[in-house]
């Protein structure tokens, strides 16, 4: 008996060496962690529970059958808990065989997938590998179907989230893309679909691994990756911070944690926010960092489109989704890329029963060629479609501008905003004084002093929040100091909500 037990031991702790100590080291000497480690740091201490240890690969090809077979075959599969609560995980192991992706391989994700859906747990994936075994071709090609297709499965169901720790290609950026998150570590991680030597063949262009799929580039260019971070440690860390925030499914609702910041907390400096130039910037992220619970918020594409501000914070210990136009940058207009990534995080909230608090100052839509050729008719929609089919409570705080069809869009009463409140510095409007002075008094252009008298004129009936208010379309013009609280009773007393769509087999959103 003492023997077998031995042999257990003996057996596991060769297949928790992977491809060996010599890969390990070069790991480590790229500056990353081996799969084992990154879980250890993701999970509780202790909490993790390996599955399919001894899986192998069967692949008899191109001298696949001489090969050292390698226990667990390039993936480490299971389940642990952070802070508690269970999550799935597999982590790509590029000690062994590069990570890359074996029918066997696809057996242990696929595993892990079903049982993530089944407990209807969040499941968390660590890319670092090199897409389809090459030499097992179509079998490989088969085990990406199956893993793509739970992917698709759980979306909306169970949370999602890839960190990518290291080289990605083929399939290992498909299966990121249709989960929840991508973040990426900075220097270690690249993503793209074919690297810089077959970009070389067919288009002739030369870039570096870096350029052409790196952090930076995934993270404020092309929007693929919502954020990254310096080292795989940091990224394991905000990883578990991550979860804190998030439902572990669509009807679990959000977790509660215990807060220590008084909900009916007032703050003064709130009332000297918006400056007296209308057109002078202020940072919203310093209204959101004064709303929400110990000013703790946790941005999701915080590189990217950054006129406006998406991400996870808390109210009375409850996770709530902000989404902010920021007027520091391009004044806060919403164009394509500020459509799309709002969008999608709206969509995110709606799915998974979070709140969603929005503050507006917006301009307007980005005029110009370069924002119409590049849809931003179909992009804009994509955020009006995603307030207006949200169901989850909708609480908004017009701080000042919230210009023409922005103001719609913006979480309005009309779409479904469900406690709509202003600042008495708020404009709502069709557009700002001077655009419209000029349109509807075309014809006293050229006298100054009929258009200053215009303008007065307009300033004062419409760039005010009371035009609105009168309407009914702003619940109530709040003092700006006491935007916490209001937003906090606001959230509670929506708590309850139950909104419907009508039935359908699903929507066409303007994609
Ligand atoms: C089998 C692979 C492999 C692969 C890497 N390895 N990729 N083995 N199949 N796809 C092995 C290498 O042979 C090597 O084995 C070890 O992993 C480490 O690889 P290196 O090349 O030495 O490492 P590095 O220089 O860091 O380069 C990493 C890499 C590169 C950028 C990932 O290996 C690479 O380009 N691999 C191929 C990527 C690719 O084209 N994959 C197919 C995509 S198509 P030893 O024994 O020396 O340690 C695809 C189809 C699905 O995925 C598409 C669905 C939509």
Redesign the pocket.
């Known amino acids: 008996m003492k023997n077998i037990l031995e042999a257990l031991e003996e057996r596991r702790a060769a297949a928790k060496l992977g491809?060996g100590q010599k890969?390990i080291e070069a790991q480590h000497g790229r500056g990353k962690l081996t799969a084992r480690e990154r879980i250890e740091l993701l999970l509780d201490s202790g909490s993790f529970e390996e599955f399919d240890m001894f899986v192998q690969h069967r692949c008899v090809d191109f001298g696949m059958q001489n090969q050292d077979k390698i226990p667990g075959d390039g993936v480490v599969t299971g389940w642990g808990t952070v802070n508690g609560r269970t999550v799935f995980v597999f982590a790509k192991d590029?000690t062994v065989?590069?990570g890359?992706?074996s029918e066997t391989h696809a057996q242990k994700m696929v595993k892990i997938q079903d049982m993530a859906l089944k407990m209807r747990a969040p499941i968390i994936g660590l890319f670092d590998?090199?897409?389809?075994?090459?030499?097992e071709g179509v079998a490989?090609?088969g085990g990406?179907g199956e893993v793509f297709k739970r992917n698709v499965m759980a979306s909306g169901v169970i949370p999602q989230i890839s960190v990518i720790m290291g080289?990605c290609?083929?399939?290992?950026v498909?299966s990121p893309a249709m989960t929840d998150f991508i973040f990426m570590v900075r220097d270690t991680s690249y993503m793209f679909v074919?690297?810089p030597d077959v970009v070389k063949t067919v288009t002739n262009e030369t870039v570096t691994a870096e350029e052409l799929g790196g952090a930076k580039v995934h993270s404020t260019k092309s929007s693929v990756a919502d954020g990254a971070w310096d080292n795989d440690v940091e990224a394991m860390l905000q990883v578990r911070r991550l979860i804190d925030f998030l439902p572990s499914n669509n009807t679990d609702g959000v977790p509660e944690l215990p807060s220590f910041d008084d909900p009916t907390r007032f703050d003064m400096s709130l009332d000297t926010l918006i400056p007296d130039n209308p057109n002078k910037p202020y940072d919203m992220k310093e209204l959101i960092q004064k709303v929400v619970d110990e000013g703790d918020f946790f941005e999701i594409q915080e590189g990217y489109a950054r006129n406006i501000i998406t991400g996870f914070a808390r109210v009375e210990g409850r996770t709530v989704g902000v989404v902010a136009n920021q007027p520091m940058v391009l004044a806060g207009v919403l164009d394509s890329d500020a459509s799309r990534k709002a969008s999608r995080f709206v969509r995110f909230c709606d799915s998974f029963d979070i709140p969603i608090v929005t503050f507006v100052d917006v301009p307007g839509f980005l005029p110009g060629t370069a924002q119409e050729y590049g849809g931003l008719i179909k992009h804009g929609a994509k955020l009006l479609f995603a307030y207006s089919q949200a169901t989850v409570p909708l609480v908004t705080i017009i701080t000042r501008k919230a210009f023409g069809g922005a103001y719609d869009v913006m979480a309005s009463k009309h779409i479904g905003g469900d406690v709509n409140y202003a600042w008495p510095t708020a404009q709502i409007a069709v557009m700002g004084a001077k655009g419209a002075v000029e349109i509807i008094f075309r014809q006293d252009i050229g006298d100054a002093e009929k258009i200053a008298a215009r303008t007065q004129e307009y300033e004062e009936r419409f760039l005010s929040p009371f035009v609105a208010a009168e309407r009914g379309y702003i619940d109530e013009v709040i003092m700006p100091h006491s935007t916490r609280r209001r937003v906090s009773r606001a959230l509670a007393m929506l708590r309850t909500k139950k909104a419907e769509q009508p039935w359908k087999k699903h929507d066409n959103i303007p994609l």
């Open positions: 491809g890969r590029f065989f590069g890359s992706l590998a090199g897409g389809a075994r090459i030499q490989a090609l990406y080289p290609a083929g399939g290992d498909y074919t690297g």
